[in-house]
């Protein structure tokens, strides 16, 4: 055999040598794969079957006194709160010690559900405040132990939603000799509170809410068509407040008002900026928020003489709203105009609902109908009154 040949023989064998090395190697890379693979099983095989020690280990006191911890433990609501969900627990035939599994579950949730709607000893809104309770500490196991519950068991559970306070128990307009004697000037308080008094006068004669009536601003006391009118916005992000886009809207400031010297009063108070608010001892606080306790002297007031009783209705800042929608019927204002000036969405015939229609004199003339004859002496001395203050 020559050399040359016994060269090409033995790089014809590196050539296998490498095919085999290769083959090797892609089996050796199959198996480790595969290994791998059968170690991720392995794993997760055993995170599941930990789960499934823990979750049985896991009673419903166990996350019950986790949930108490989280809300305050020496809270008052908060154990108020744990002793309901132990109660409707127990009557779902579940002692605290047994697994929490068993209490996470559509089946018991409905069955507790259906126990809070046939209650007789408690009313709809302390119905309505238990399940809230109860889906709390559903959503609370869910939140500590993602891995383990899911929300889902909440689907389906019926709706138990509080009755809104107005609907429980509505505003109430006060009555002729309330009205009396809650502008009686003898008993003083507007005197020392006049801020409180041309709020409550802005409200008998335009029907505006309590946060509109006092977040005025100088520059919304404008001069339209030369009448002078409130123009009532919301462009004071965090402290102007307006309900609905109706309560944004002009209003003309009645007579009665200009007569008890509404404009002077301004005028004494107002300095230079009219981005001020007219009332802003009564409506910010020492930091310049919003004062979230506005009239709470006017309820105070209201309980001195008398008239904030619950057994009488619900009687607060709001009764002058209700006031001047009843008085402006009586007086014979078209309800179109009653809804613009209060500010509501008008409830009149097609052709009558564009207040665009409507000029500010032909609105002017409307609210001038509105007269509060059983105030006509307060009103005089109370005019005299605010001439000093």
């Not at 908060?78 to 929490?100: D, F, P, Q, V």
């Not at 891995?147 to 429980?168: E, F, H, I, N, Q």
């Not at 003309?252 to 301004?266: C, D, T």
């Not at 009239?295 to 709001?318: A, S, W």
Request: hydrophobic residues 35%; aromatic residues 12%; proline residues 3%.
């Amino acid at each position: 055999m020559t050399l040359k040949e016994s060269i090409n023989n033995l790089e014809i064998q590196i050539i296998k040598d490498k095919q085999q090395l290769l083959r090797l190697e892609r089996e050796l890379n199959k198996n480790q794969q595969l290994t791998i693979k059968i170690l991720q099983q392995i794993c997760q095989q055993m995170q599941m079957t930990q789960k499934t020690q823990y979750t049985k280990r896991l009673s419903i006191g166990e996350v019950l006194e986790r949930y108490r911890i989280k809300n305050g433990i020496d809270s008052e609501e908060t154990k108020r709160k744990c002793k309901t969900i132990a109660y409707y627990s127990n009557k779902a035939g579940l002692e605290l010690k047994c697994e929490y599994t068993k209490f996470h579950r559509d089946v018991i949730l409905l069955k507790i559900f259906n126990e809070i709607s046939d209650r007789k000893d408690i009313k709809g809104d302390q119905k309505a405040k238990h399940a809230r309770w109860i889906i709390s500490f559903v959503k609370f196991a869910v939140f500590a132990y993602p891995d383990l519950y899911k929300t889902d068991v909440l689907v389906g559970l019926p709706s138990m939603k509080k009755t809104p306070k107005s609907a429980k128990c509505p505003h109430t307009p006060y009555t002729d000799e309330q009205l009396k004697s809650i502008f009686d000037p003898n008993k003083k308080f507007f005197y020392y509170n006049p801020e409180i008094f041309w709020g409550c006068m802005i409200a008998l004669f335009t029907g505006a809410r309590k946060n509109a009536a006092f977040t005025l601003q100088y520059k919304d006391i404008i001069l339209k068509d030369g009448i002078w009118c409130i123009n009532f916005i919301e462009d004071s992000p965090g402290i102007k407040q307006l309900k609905t886009e109706e309560s944004e809207r002009i209003v003309p400031i009645h007579s009665a008002l200009l007569k008890m010297g509404f404009l002077e009063y301004i005028n004494r108070k107002h300095k230079n900026n009219d981005q001020d608010f007219i009332f802003k001892k009564t409506c910010l606080t020492s930091k310049g928020n919003l004062n979230p306790h506005i009239t709470r002297n006017f309820f105070i007031y209201l309980k001195d003489i008398g008239v904030k009783n619950p057994e009488y209705g619900r009687f607060d800042f709001h009764s002058f709203r209700k006031n001047a929608n009843i008085m402006m019927e009586k007086c014979g204002i078209l309800r179109p105009y009653i809804d613009k000036i209060i500010g509501w969405m008008s409830r009149g015939s097609e052709g009558e609902r564009s207040y665009s229609n409507y000029s500010i004199k032909q609105v002017s003339e409307q609210l001038e109908l509105l007269r509060y004859d059983c105030l006509k002496t307060e009103f005089k001395r109370w005019q005299k009154i605010m001439s000093k203050i």
